[in-house]
C-alpha cells in the first residue's frame, strides 16, 4: 500500500445520491471499504421505488496508492479502476474519490 494516504484510507466510506430515472426514483448508497492489508471491497445498494426493492452489487478488490490516485483491481477479473484521491476540508473523514464525495463511516 504505502504511505500516509494509504494509511489515512483506511476504513468505510459512502456516498448517497437520490436520482429520477424513467418514472423511478432510486437511492444508490456506494460504499468502499479499505483494509491495511490492501483488500477492499465495492457495495452498490440501488433501492428503486418503482420496484420497491434494494439491488445490491459486491465485488470485491486490492488497491494501491500511486501519484495521488487509488488503483483498484477487481478480483476474478482483469477490470481495474484508477480514481484521483483528495482528503478536502482538512479533515481526514470525508473523501474526494475521482471527484466524488465520500464520508468515513468506520
Request: net charge negative.
Amino acid at each position: 500500500m504505502g504511505g500516509s494516504a494509504a494509511e489515512a484510507l483506511v476504513g468505510a466510506w459512502e456516498n448517497v445520491v437520490a436520482i429520477e430515472m424513467s418514472g423511478d426514483f432510486q437511492t444508490v448508497r456506494t460504499r468502499w471499504d479499505f483494509r491495511v492489508s490492501g483488500d477492499c471491497r465495492q457495495t452498490v445498494s440501488t433501492f428503486s421505488v418503482l420496484d420497491g426493492m434494494t439491488f445490491v452489487t459486491v465485488r470485491d478488490c486490492i488497491f494501491t496508492i500511486n501519484n495521488g490516485n487509488v488503483v483498484i483491481s477487481f478480483t476474478g477479473t482483469m477490470a481495474s479502476v484508477s480514481f484521483s484521491l483528495s482528503f478536502p476540508q482538512f479533515t481526514r473523514d470525508r473523501i474526494l474519490l475521482g471527484g466524488i464525495p465520500f464520508d468515513r463511516t468506520a
